[in-house]
């Protein structure tokens, strides 16, 4: 019984398209608030890519380091690369 009435049960109706409203007027580049929020969202982007940069340029340092002195064979770069992963893991602070 129970079988049949989920086959004889009507599919559910898909939910109604909800109306926004009307469009507005574009959004005018030339406004000092627009112009404060692109820029502040530049300047947080440069920030942070710079962070980033600095953070991981004594990796960088020791990989030039690493490359010059040991010159590694295909097989030990692995385990250099884990070597350098713990070491930048005990470096960050949290």
Do not use: C, N
Not at 19 to 39: E, L, N, Q, S, T
């Amino acid at each position: 019984m129970a079988i049949s009435e989920r086959i004889k049960r009507k599919p559910k109706e898909s939910p109604a398209i909800p109306d926004f409203g009307a469009a507005g007027a574009p959004i005018d580049r030339g406004h000092p608030f627009y112009f404060g929020f692109v820029a502040t969202v530049g300047a947080l982007t440069a920030f942070v890519l710079m962070r980033a940069l600095a953070s991981a340029s004594q990796v960088f340092v020791l990989i030039l380091i690493l490359e010059q002195q040991v010159r590694p064979s295909i097989a030990d770069i692995p385990s250099i690369l884990v070597l350098l992963q713990l070491w930048a893991l005990s470096q960050h602070s949290f």
